[in-house]
């Protein structure tokens, strides 16, 4: 068959012997197809070993049993071909020109680069959005596939050089591409880069990514650039955009001194924690996240645990958000600090089991302790309350018992309940606090006061004593006590006539307030016949509410009283400042 087929083509100074032994001794696989291709007349010895078969197994075969989908006869081009042991080889195949009535193919292997060349794999670059590009270091030509082109506004094919196409390449990004792409190829590695690139046909600007190999002569020279570029300008967006949220969720929560974490479920380990939670902890990152197990019987107060175990059950089963306030120990200086946390599980799709469970942690110690002063302030409130309206009850009995008329009534009762409003103005600007002794016993004998100068030292009126502020608990009724023996020394005592005098001095001694009155140069004094309100408040108000020890002498030369009342200790949760 060989010998026939290569009669009309041969030099008839060629042998058909020498042909035969050029034949079989092909470094490619050769093959005699009859006229229609479905036939294999004879097949050298280098393509049965390729399919592996013995010389001369081939000849007389039909092609479809070496060939896939080839029952219409045999084509060129890239061919899946059929070994003897039932698996497959990529075989080139070219068919010559026709010799008589049989025809000739080639068969070559083909190299894998060859295979991602093919155009059912350009099809796929292009499905994925992927466009090639080559670049000629020699003629700094730049060709692009069909797909290129049309990312970046070129026509397909040579249209445009690497220096015309940098200058749409955004300058702040130039030089840290080229210096890429310089050590890619003085190194001969792949380089891959992102940059806005202005889109040739309207200048709109877009974001390319490009990636790429050096292509090298049979010497080692560098002569080109390969690789493919991807318009992913929806992708940086997305990527920007998803910043954007991040920064702003961040400046939210550290507003907001919000701590946020994800914990992991079946790992028992925090997958993440922004810096507000290792703060509220007081933890440092490198000291790694905190379990569930850990934070329970280390972390937790004992008194909350039950609550806090109660509120992730009912958050698992009814599938609800987790809510919880407890107390926790932080770690760096042990002390407690109470946390509100809100958090959801997500599952493994509807009624899976929890994976993670994502959350806030807010600090509020210090709303806590405002609302427990704020109950407790309400509570004090009214208890002065009660008791203001008491004492005006007491004025009220006690000035109408000793009053000799409705004038002197009168006299007596708006005198007590200025007094009154008086010490409160001063508690009130104290913030209801303390009241300055000083402050109270001017107000009552400044009016009464002489001075021939004004630095002089007053004639009539000696205050003499350290700062000392009076809890409000004792402040109401010493200040109705100062009123009333300042009422009864300028009715009958010393402040009665222009000559009489007042010394008041003071003292601390042991946490009791010392005080002590004494009158002179007025009338003579004698000891009252009846006991009147000032009496009776000295004795029972000051005796019962302040814990006081009164002493009063009525020598002819002026009233004398002594005062010893403890002071309490001040409550610092009164304070509304605080």
């Known amino acids: 068959m060989l010998d026939r087929a290569d009669q009309g083509s041969r030099s008839p100074d060629v042998s058909?012997?020498?042909?035969?032994?050029?034949?079989?001794?092909?470094?490619?696989?050769?093959?005699?197809?009859?006229?229609?291709?479905?036939?294999?007349?004879?097949?050298?010895?280098?393509?049965?070993?390729?399919?592996?078969?013995?010389?001369?197994?081939?000849?007389?075969?039909?092609?479809?049993?070496v060939l896939e989908r080839e029952a219409r006869g045999v084509e060129a081009g890239i061919r899946r071909w059929l070994r003897a042991d039932g698996s497959v080889i990529d075989l080139r195949l070219t068919l010559a020109q026709e010799a008589g009535a049989e025809r000739v193919a080639v068969v070559e292997l083909v190299d894998a680069d060859d295979l991602v060349r093919a155009e059912q794999n350009r099809d796929a670059l292009t499905a994925a959005g992927l466009g090639e590009w080559r670049w000629d270091l020699t003629t700094g030509q730049m060709a692009f596939s069909r797909r290129a082109a049309q990312i970046l506004g070129y026509a397909p094919g040579r249209s445009v050089t690497w220096a015309a196409m940098r200058d749409r390449i955004d300058p702040a990004d130039s030089e840290r591409i080229r210096a890429n792409v310089s050590d890619a190829i003085a190194h001969r590695h792949a380089y891959e880069f992102q940059t806005r690139f202005r889109r040739a046909t309207d200048d709109a600007?877009?974001?390319?990514?490009?990636?790429?190999?050096?292509?090298?002569?049979?010497?080692?020279?560098?002569?080109?650039?390969?690789?493919?570029?991807?318009?992913?300008?929806?992708?940086?967006?997305?990527?920007?955009a998803l910043a954007e949220r991040e920064e702003r969720l961040r400046v939210a929560t550290t507003v907001a001194n919000l701590g946020i974490f994800e914990w992991h479920v079946l790992d028992d380990r925090a997958t993440w924690e922004n810096e507000r939670m290792f703060a509220l902890?007081?933890?440092?990152?490198?000291?790694?996240?905190?379990?569930?197990?850990?934070?329970?019987?280390?972390?937790?107060?004992?008194?909350?645990?039950?609550?806090?175990?109660?509120?992730?059950?009912?958050?698992?089963?009814?599938?609800?958000?987790?809510h919880a306030t407890a107390r926790i120990r932080r770690h760096d200086d042990g002390t407690w600090r109470t946390i509100d946390m809100a958090g959801k599980f997500e599952r493994d799709g509807a009624g899976g089991l929890p994976r993670r469970l994502i959350g806030v942690v807010a600090d509020v110690t210090?709303?806590?302790?405002?609302?427990?002063?704020?109950?407790?302030?309400?509570?004090?409130?009214?208890?002065?309350?009660?008791?203001?309206?008491?004492?005006?009850?007491?004025?009220?009995?006690?000035?109408?018992?000793?009053?000799?008329?409705?004038?002197?009534?009168?006299?007596?009762?708006?005198?007590?309940?200025?007094?009154?409003?008086?010490?409160?103005?001063?508690?009130?600007?104290?913030?209801?606090?303390?009241?300055?002794?000083?402050?109270?016993?001017?107000?009552?004998?400044?009016?009464?006061?002489?001075?021939?100068?004004?630095?002089?030292?007053?004639?009539?009126?000696?205050?003499?004593?350290?700062?000392?502020?009076?809890?409000?608990?004792?402040?109401?009724?010493?200040?109705?006590?100062?009123?009333?023996?300042?009422?009864?020394?300028?009715?009958?005592?010393?402040?009665?006539?222009?000559?009489?005098?007042?010394?008041?001095?003071?003292?601390?001694?042991?946490?009791?307030?010392?005080?002590?009155?004494?009158?002179?140069?007025?009338?003579?004094?004698?000891?009252?016949?009846?006991?009147?309100?000032?009496?009776?408040?000295?004795?029972?108000?000051?005796?019962?509410?302040?814990?006081?020890?009164?002493t009063t002498e009525y020598p002819p030369e002026g009233f004398h009283l002594t005062l010893a009342a403890p002071l309490p200790a001040r409550n610092p949760a009164l304070n509304p400042l605080a």
């Not at 109660?310 to 609800?320: K, P, S, T, V, Y």
């Not at 606090?433 to 002089?456: G, N, V």
């Not at 109705?480 to 005098?501: C, D, F, P, Q, V």
Request: neutral net charge; charged residues 25%; hydrophobic residues 40%.
């Open 16 to 65: 058909p012997g020498l042909y035969r032994a050029a034949f079989d001794a092909a470094p490619v696989g050769l093959a005699v197809l009859a006229p229609d291709g479905r036939t294999i007349r004879a097949a050298n010895p280098c393509l049965c070993r390729w399919l592996g078969y013995e010389p001369g197994a081939l000849d007389g075969r039909p092609a479809a049993e």
């Open 205 to 240: 600007e877009i974001w390319i990514g490009a990636r790429g190999q050096t292509l090298l002569s049979e010497d080692g020279t560098p002569t080109g650039v390969v690789g493919v570029v991807q318009d992913i300008t929806t992708r940086v967006e997305a990527r920007v």
């Open 281 to 322: 902890f007081g933890r440092r990152p490198e000291e790694g996240s905190i379990g569930k197990s850990t934070f329970l019987k280390e972390i937790l107060h004992p008194e909350d645990r039950p609550a806090f175990r109660q509120a992730i059950a009912r958050a698992l089963r009814e599938d609800a958000i987790l």
């Open 366 to 550: 210090d709303r806590h302790l405002s609302e427990e002063r704020r109950s407790l302030l309400i509570r004090e409130l009214h208890h002065r309350v009660k008791n203001t309206l008491a004492t005006v009850q007491a004025i009220v009995g006690s000035t109408a018992r000793t009053a000799t008329s409705i004038d002197s009534f009168h006299e007596a009762f708006v005198g007590r309940i200025k007094s009154l409003a008086h010490t409160h103005s001063v508690l009130t600007e104290a913030t209801w606090q303390t009241a300055s002794l000083r402050d109270l016993l001017a107000s009552e004998l400044m009016p009464y006061a002489e001075s021939e100068t004004e630095t002089a030292p007053d004639r009539r009126i000696v205050l003499d004593g350290p700062p000392v502020d009076l809890p409000s608990d004792i402040a109401v009724p010493i200040g109705m006590a100062i009123h009333e023996l300042t009422t009864n020394a300028a009715k009958y005592g010393a402040l009665s006539t222009g000559r009489g005098r007042v010394a008041i001095t003071w003292g601390l001694e042991a946490g009791a307030l010392h005080l002590d009155w004494q009158e002179s140069g007025g009338p003579v004094v004698a000891p009252p016949t009846r006991q009147g309100f000032g009496s009776r408040l000295l004795q029972r108000v000051l005796t019962t509410q302040v814990q006081a020890r009164i």
